[in-house]
């Protein structure tokens, strides 16, 4: 059974760093072939996907976070963080971590385990 667990400051000041670990049990992050993703859900809003990173240790982030996000691991530890730079009140939001993997069944990506969530706030 794969785990994950967020961690990281609940409280950023705006034009900071935000930066979250997932901690990942169950299973290695570089097993062949699923996606680390990183996801927000800001208030009253829906899901938004921030970023992954692959197996391979490849990147991909959303478009609109592009400039601002970063995403790396530590393969030692079984861990990715995320990193979004300048932040701001808009930025506050639910942190999610979770794993993907191509389902053949739907012949399509989904997401299969999560972790809790963490709540980040930006303000000053």
């Known amino acids: 059974q794969v785990q994950l667990q967020e961690s990281g400051p609940g409280l950023v000041k705006p034009s900071q760093t935000l930066s979250l670990t997932c901690t990942v049990s169950?299973?290695?992050?570089?097993?062949?072939?699923?996606?680390w993703n990183w996801i927000r859900q800001p208030p009253g809003k829906g899901l938004e996907f921030v970023g992954n990173?692959?197996?391979?240790?490849?990147?991909y982030y959303s478009p609109s976070l592009k400039s601002r996000t970063s995403i790396s691991r530590d393969t030692s530890k079984n861990q990715f963080t995320l990193q979004l730079s300048s932040v701001t009140p808009e930025d506050t939001a639910v942190y999610y971590c979770?794993?993907?993997?191509?389902?053949?069944?739907?012949?399509?990506?989904?997401?299969?385990?999560w972790g809790q969530g963490t709540q980040v706030t930006v303000s000053s």
């Open positions: 979770a794993r993907s993997g191509y389902d053949t069944r739907i012949r399509g990506f989904t997401y299969d385990y």
């Open positions: 169950g299973g290695s992050i570089t097993t062949n072939y699923y996606y």
């Open positions: 990173i692959a197996y391979s240790g490849s990147t």
